[in-house]
């Protein structure tokens, strides 16, 4: 005679103690052995608070791809603040990426998944106690992973760990409507995602060799901007030591308000009106629904969603924080590329296929600025050879990044050390894969394959870009391991990444016209 199942009840009842007890019995056995010496002499199995994973040990460095920081953002946790890992049995493979999270034709064709918090430690094959260097990846909010930079010169010619991660975008990282958080706060996941893998370094990181007290974040565009947010985010605090931002826009900041008005619309469009059931009605739809992202705020014109500002998460604009003297007062660098907008402005051309001529050239400036007569005669066409879409992506990169960054550096630099570049080497492997009907300069991510190796995707250095390379990385793991740049003056001046050489400028802000920008109101 077959005995009767039990009920859910009582099957869980059943299951809750000896789950309890496994669970229990991991996490001990796991954090008894997350510091363990024997983690860090290049071995490719190492024991994590969650359980061991196996990486790939190489020539000169070793590489964990893949590894949990969060519990899985799925069912019931789609919207919601990361939770921590569940441990694993035995040893999880970490030998090739995760998936990065969802987001519309990732650019070389990787998987995606929702199940995608996970991140990328590389470290020298033998590593104690080293300093650590966690990188945000950029995309707009709306693509991107971490699995993308290849860190191994960062980590094996610094002396360096280096993490790279992956967090929640698009509408999945940070929709702001109210219903998904009755009473609570929504919106703002991905920049809660960024923090939890800051907390799995803190706790972690000594069991790849690197030093938890020594942690520098860093990251380019978005990332960029997130950094700027964990300057001044109350959750951020103590988890880093410096930062570094590269081409963050970060005055630009969707406001609480406008990031709800916005979702409550995009909630709307997918179906999901009724307020009572709207939260419901989101969870239960696919994934691939939802990956047209909401907009909150834009960076000269460009829609994106993004953080937050408002609330316990994000309760001040970071470029507000800074000037209130509201930062964590660490050693920041912060620095742009001279031509930073040439690279949207392509994809806009290629888009609509309407560049920007002479004759429409003070009508696209005022789309964006609104007084295009007064910004055109600061830029006018004779100045860039009469070339009009060269003259209007340096008003934009001027407004929206350069002299943005000349504002944070002289904000911060009331607090604690800055250091500000400029990259300027318009012979980027980069360029190639952008085309546009104009020169591109050196423009937006341009500096990235100095820093970073994107083998099939972007072309090999030539030797002077090489000898670039070599002064880029000295100068940003120098500033990992000490807390300052080698051989690179304090804000005031700013150091120039050239092919041609390394120079230092005090010309900067008189180059991208900042006492224009600075009173100059848009209409």
Known sequence: MVAPAPSGSTRALYRAPVRFVVVVFLLLAASACASSDAAVGGDSVVRTASGQVRGTVAEDYRLFQGIPYAAPPV???RWQPPAAPEPWLGERDATKPAPRCPQDKPADGAATSENCLSLNVWTPKTATRLPVLVWIHGGAFVNGGGDRYDARDLATRGDEVVVTVNYRLGALGFLADPALAPSGEAGNYGLQD??????????????????????????????????????????????????????????AQATLAGAV????????????????????????????????????????????????????????????GFRRGAAVPVPVVVGTTHDEFTYFLAEQVAATKKPVTPDRYVAALTSVFGDGASVASHY??????????????????????????????????????VWAYEFNDPTSPAAATIHAPFPLGASHTFELPYLFRFDGQVGPLDPAQQRLSDRMIAAWTGFVRSGAPPVWPRFGAVQTFRADGVAVTKSFAADHRCAFWSGFTRH
């Open 194 to 251: 960024q923090q939890q893998a800051l907390r799995w370094v803190r706790d972690n990181i000594e069991a790849f060799g690197g030093d938890p007290g020594a942690v520098t974040i860093a990251g380019q565009s978005a990332g960029g901007i997130s950094v700027c947010d964990h300057l001044v985010a109350p959750g951020s605090r103590g988890l880093f030591r410096a930062a570094v931002i590269q081409s963050g826009p970060c005055q």
């Open 75 to 77: 069912g019931e946790r």
């Open 380 to 417: 006018p066409l004779a100045l860039f050879g009469g070339d009009a879409s060269r003259a209007y992506a340096a008003a934009v990169t001027d407004s929206g990044f350069s002299c943005a960054a000349q504002d944070m550096a002289t904000a911060l630099a009331a607090r604690a050390p």
């Open 261 to 320: 008005k916005s979702s409550v619309d995009y909630s709307s469009r997918h179906g999901c009106a009724d307020r009572a059931t709207a939260a419901a009605c989101l969870r239960a739809l696919p994934a691939a629904d939802l990956l047209d992202a909401p907009q909150f705020f834009a960076v000269a014109g460009i829609g994106m969603p993004g953080p937050v500002v408002g609330g316990s998460v994000l309760p001040v604009a970071p470029l507000d």
